[in-house]
């Protein structure tokens, strides 16, 4: 059969002709599906609505003479000028539904479209967090239905809700272990924190008032325990653990460092961003975590929209789980979900807790993010008990076959160290001397790939963390290889096109330097040319 | 299982060349006895879409939603019309499955986004300088806390809370103080036509960082905060002004204008929805840019390529956990993005036109019922000014009264004895806010059953 392009090429495969036509500069800026858009300041005027609201109509005021009589600035647009606006901008972000998203530790997986539907179901999306309860026992059955699934994936005793994202979770597991050591008249000063962990750990033990001390790995990557064991003592509140760690290799010594902990009298606090990798395989609990976060919008699915809203319950040990925050759901006998407050968790600790319910207090408004628990339950019962379970096996499987197709080409530091978990771990070595990871990555974008993690975590230099997640299918993943493979031998021969990468993203690289030297974080309005009007006295566009 | 791709010819090709007989090698480091040898007992298999939505749906049907009721709850989170479209945006897959802008080159949609969210914040807050967003408005506020306390260098530790501050909000600032050794001078909210401006003002002294007032305040009432913020600027304390119903403020003086430093609120008025509590959207700004440098949160500057062309990314992280762990501003890596853009995408279909109508169509509807609850025997109307919001009094416990008419399918209100357990007094105030989801009739209805259920 006669194919119209003579080469054969389809998509997929690798592109032997390089030699693309450059075309014409064109005068709008736009290169046909790339289209250019301007800010709403510049496109809108405070004149024009995209919602049809009665006028005022001048009657009462009871405002308290506070009438809002300067002109505020708030451009609007008509709703066919708004879809377009948002549409535009929207094409100029790349998302996992266009394509591989391999950024490490973030767990960027395929999002059920089916969560998204349950989430706006009405008795959902418009019920009031200050209803009646008698009107929002399906609610309460959602978040209780979901704090069993995470208690028994676990192997904890008890699960706090409220937490709106993973660092959030983090300080409400730090703020269990201090309110859990001060019921006891036990005033520690010291978190313990590897030096692999995520940033966001030793920001949160500092925020709790904690000194943080670092703990270094071993030659495996992995907490030095001798080194962790001689530093345990009266003024250690714990330890903060990620597990399976940044480097992507399963803590071996939990065990041992729990038990280490405990007779020392601290906490094990993990990090459960990596949790995706181990759901169903082994629970946290049987390694002796006391808590440990849950990102619902990692392990569970829930989207990650650009950088939030997250969500990170908080499962909790026997030991620590009288201390967790209010508001929490309890499953009585009669089988009745209540929602405890401040109004009654006196009385009800004591009618079934014998008064052990000690909280810390609040954390949040509220009871937490509800539009995420339907959507990781959704998630969740989709996938089941065994679901899960093959879900964390596919998820190493695929980093572990990416880690094994690319050590020949790029440096893997822990590679010596066994399987990896569900990310992979690369360095710089070998690169040319002025090509740097971050070149890589921008090459990795003309691609079309959205990079691995970078430089994290710090303790490899020139850090690449790539996470397949288990939604990525063979086909997807060989092709990756194909373009990481030649992106990396151009990394090692000194392609000088790198430093120059993206070419082909809606902007080239974008000066950072300038954006913090000079901040310009509002948009403000020009002064205009003489006698040209300004946007809130323009008509229209 | 529909969400995983890999078959088994898949699987065993890609464990012959990671060299491992089988899955199970792959999690050799974890201890054999802890080892799961098969899906935890006790739990369900995987379930087909069909029998997971019917599940769902049928917990769905357990609430009573907002729509099938007369409804007049607010107290933090309220009940707008959203179009059509803010939802129909934020489920482009561009959004919706985009990682944190760390890439700038292919992120420019929700960095632009951003950008213009930042600025429309800022203007309606009266303020120079917005963040990208923050959990919500609770935990907002307590970052606002923070960043005072960080202002004064620790050096002044007493913070004064407005009795009229959101109770929730004024315990998480109470939790969090507890771990920080701030000192907080709270008092219970009066039942006054106005705030207690005055002893309010007799609590700051020269070791306050901040005093925090609530505006519109938790009972509705609005009031000049200019007093409060000369009294505090003159003590060296920053006044943070925290906003729940952004709306308001197409209506009222922003709280920029009456010599706020931070202002802080919920914006999940605007597009977000009521999601039984969350996720919702912080907002968070600052009205002087020479507090940029302090603030919490990301922020999205902007600046231009290797070709010259305008282009925005996030900026200034040096104030962020993931550059200077136990040093930075504050621990949140996540903000509510989304939400921001659910917001964002709102506020352009309203533009300021808009919104100054929605506002004013607000107030009208909440004057209206305020006219007309009045005239029920044993009701009396608080509040001498208010937006959207204002609080009556039953003379009987209004928890009652509430549980009561909700089994008619009206939502009548916040009691004041939900909020505030610990204040028995305050038991026969409830709180009823007017939307211009509210109608008419709606009003006539909670009108006639408050007059059938205090005869």
Redesign the interface.
Known sequence: MNAPNASGWKPGTPVQDHNAMAGPDTVT?NRALMLE?A???EI????????D?????G??????????S????????S?PE??R???R??????????GF?P?GS?T?K???R?N?????????????????V??????L??MN?LAH?LI??TGMHGVAMSP?????G??CGI?CI?AALEARGDAREVILVPESA???N????????YK?EDIPANSDGRVDLDALKSRLGPDVAGVMITNPSTLG??E?DL?EISDAVHEAGGFVYCDGANFNA?V????PG??GVDAMHINLHKTFST?????????GPVVLSEALAPFG??PYTARTKDGVVHLI????ADAFSEKHFDGRMQS?????????????F?RA??YI???????L???A??A???A??L???LEDVLDAPFGHS??CMHEALFSDKGFAEDISTLDL??GL?DEGY??MTMY?PLVVHGAMLVEPT?????A?LDQFIMALRSVAERAKAGDETLK?A?HY????????T???RK?????EEPNPPAGEPTM?EQGGR | MRYLPLTDADRSAMLEKIGAPDVDALFVDVPEEARLDGPIHGLPMHASEMAVEKHMRRLSKKNLAASDAAFFLGAGAYKHHVPASVDHIIQRGEFLTAYTPYQPEIAQGTLQMLFEFQSQVAHLYGCAVANASMYDGSTACWEAVAMASRIARGKKRKVVLSGALHPHYAEVVKTMAKFTDDEIAHAKPAMQASPDTDGLISRIDDNTSCVVVQYPDILGRVNDLQPVADAAHEKGALLIVVNTEPVALGAIKSPGEMGADIVVGEGQSIGVGLQFGGPYLGLFAVRDPKHVRMMPGRLCGETQDAEGKRGYVLTLSTREQHIRREKATSNICTNSGLCALAFSVHMTLLGEKGLRHLAMENHRLACVAADKLAEVPGVSVLNDAFFNEFTIQLGTDARAVVRKLAKDNILAGVSLGRLFPEHEELSDGLIVAVTETSTEEDIETLVSALKEVLS
């Open positions: 800026g858009e800010l709403i300041f809108g005027n405070t004149e024009t609505t995209g919602v609201l009665p006028e005022p109509t009657g009462a005021n009871r405002l308290g003479g506070l009438d809002r300067e002109k505020i600035g708030l451009p609007g647009l709703e708004t879809v606006h948002y549409t901008l929207s094409r100029q972000n790349y998302g996992i539904d266009l998203f950024l973030c960027m395929h999002n059920p089916l998204e539907k349950v989430a706006r179901m009405p008795g959902f999306a418009d019920v009031h967090p200050l209803q009646p008698d009107t929002v026992r399906g609610a059955e959602v239905e699934w028994d994936l709106k994202a993973g660092a959030h983090e300080l703020l201090r995520h940033g966001t030793p920001a949160t033990a500092a925020f709790a008032g943080i290799l399963f071996r065990k181990i169903g395989k082994v629970r049987d390694l989207p990650h929209g650009g950088g939030g809203p997250g969500s925050p209010l407050e401040e109004e009654d810390f207090g609040r954390m949040t408004a509220f009871h937490g993010q509800m539009g995420m339907t339950l959704s019962l989709s996938h089941g008990a065994d679901g379970r093959q879900v096996e596919d190493v499987l695929n572990n076959y880690l094994r197709s066994g399987p990555a921008k974008i959205h990079p994290f288990e939604t990525e299918s063979k997807a120059t993206p993203a809606p902007r080239r690289r974008l000066d950072e300038l954006a913090a901040p310009i974080l509002a948009w809130s």
